[in-house]
Structure formats: structure tokens, C-alpha cells
């Protein structure tokens, strides 16, 4: 059973352009979403994470838009970069036992130069 | 603080035969995840541990898998007599509150 559903699978942006990534999750226990980039070859990376208290997270080019009641949230890269080509995956976990995240399928994302 | 190392970072090896792949975690985390990803995919939790103890294990963790972290510090994950369908990244991941894991570089594992 899929608890985090990500969209889209691959999106292209031109460099400087907004890229936008959604997340949609089921379980109501979740309290924590961070966002991880990966590059071929490496370990997921955390980038920026939220939790449920705000709706609203940003950290340089990169924001976090959550919506409790509708169980979603996104990441938004502002003047996207061809270094932040790359592939994205959302997450969230639960505050309680091992607090093992579950992620989305991912969103490869391309900037146009 | 040098990161989650992993090694070996790549592994190719024959179906039936067994294969360990060891983690060391930042320093000071008591926290270490075990996690698999297949090609396309995101990661999926095998296994945790708080210090030494194996708290919780993923359905997916046939008992061809078995985990250790001994004294808390170093984990490592054995896999016997490997089949095709355990081609993979094995990632791991430490953490010292639970929220923020920090993952290593993975091992990528090719059953032939």
C-alpha cells in the first residue's frame, strides 16, 4: 500500500524557472516531511524538511508548502539551476517507534540551461 | 564528522552465495536504519536500530537477511544464498533524534 504518493514522475523546467513537486500522504500519524535529492550513483540527501505546526518552510531557493487538512505538501525550487538536476523524493515519518520514513517514488527532475 | 560511510560501494557477486555490507554511522548517533532501493523507486526501511538493540524489522526482511550493530557503533547487513530479485542500493542511515537521517553513499549490489 502506497502511503506517499508523488507527482509528477519527471518534470522539466528552463534555468531560472519555478520547479514544483507535490506529495500526498495518507497516514495522520505522520509528523515529519523532509524533502532528499539524489544524484546517480549517491545517497538520498536531506535538503529542507517541515513539520505539520506551519504550513510554510523556506531555506534559500527551496520551500516547503504544507496543507494539513488536505494531507499534501510540496516543494517548490525557485530559479531553478541545471545543478539541481537531479532526483527528488518526499517523505514522511511518524514521531513514534523507529520513525522510519516512507517515501514517495521520486520526481526526476531536468533544468534546461 | 565525516558523513555515513558504506562499503563496499559496489558489489557483484553470484545467485546462492553470500555477501556483508558494512555502515558506519556519524559518530555519536544512536540511531541506524538499514533502507533498499531498486532502480526508479524510493527507498524502502528494512531495519532499525536504537544502539545495539534491533528494534524493529521490515516485512521485506526475508530470514535470508540478518543485521547486527554490535556495541552500537558499526551495523552490518548479511544477505545468504542471493537470489536476483535482492539487485539493489542498500542504504544506510543515521540519526541521532529519529527526524533528520542522514544517509550513506550505498552499496550497490548485482546478483548475476
Known amino acids: 500500500q502506497q502511503q506517499v504518493k508523488q507527482s509528477p514522475q519527471s518534470l522539466i523546467v528552463q534555468k531560472g524557472g519555478i520547479s514544483i513537486i507535490n506529495c500526498a500522504y495518507e497516514?495522520?500519524?505522520?509528523?515529519?516531511f523532509p524533502w532528499y535529492q539524489q544524484f546517480p550513483g549517491k545517497g538520498p540527501a536531506l535538503l529542507i524538511a517541515?513539520?505539520?505546526?506551519?504550513s510554510e518552510k523556506k531555506e534559500g531557493r527551496f520551500t516547503i508548502s504544507f496543507n494539513k487538512s488536505a494531507k499534501q505538501f510540496s516543494l517548490h525550487i525557485m530559479d531553478s539551476q541545471p545543478g539541481d538536476s537531479a532526483t527528488y523524493f518526499c517523505?514522511?515519518?511518524?514521531?513514534?517507534?523507529?520513525?522510519?520514513?516512507?517515501f514517495g517514488q521520486g520526481t526526476r527532475l531536468t533544468i534546461n540551461p | 564528522d565525516t558523513g555515513v560511510s558504506q562499503d563496499p560501494r559496489h558489489k557483484i557477486t553470484k545467485r546462492g552465495q553470500n555477501v556483508t555490507f558494512r555502515c558506519d554511522p556519524i559518530?555519536?548517533?544512536?540511531?541506524l536504519y538499514w533502507y533498499r532501493q531498486t532502480l526508479g523507486q524510493g527507498p524502502e526501511f528494512l531495519t532499525y536500530?536504537?544502539?545495539?538493540?534491533?528494534?524493529?524489522k521490515s516485512r521485506l526482511l526475508s530470514d535470508r537477511f540478518s543485521a547486527e550493530r554490535p556495541k552500537g557503533s558499526f551495523s552490518t547487513l548479511e544477505i545468504q544464498r542471493t537470489e536476483q530479485g535482492d539487485s539493489a542500493m542498500y542504504l544506510c542511515?543515521?540519526?541521532?533524534?529519529?527526524?533528520?537521517?542522514?544517509f550513506g553513499p550505498g552499496t550497490r549490489l548485482t546478483v548475476t
Open positions: 517541515i513539520r505539520p505546526d506551519v
Open positions: 517523505a514522511a515519518s511518524a514521531h513514534q517507534g523507529a520513525q522510519k520514513l516512507v
Open positions: 536500530f536504537q544502539n545495539e538493540a534491533q528494534l524493529e
Open positions: 559518530s555519536e548517533h544512536n540511531r
Open positions: 542511515a543515521s540519526s541521532n533524534s529519529g527526524d533528520e537521517q542522514y
Open positions: 497516514n495522520t500519524a505522520f509528523d515529519y
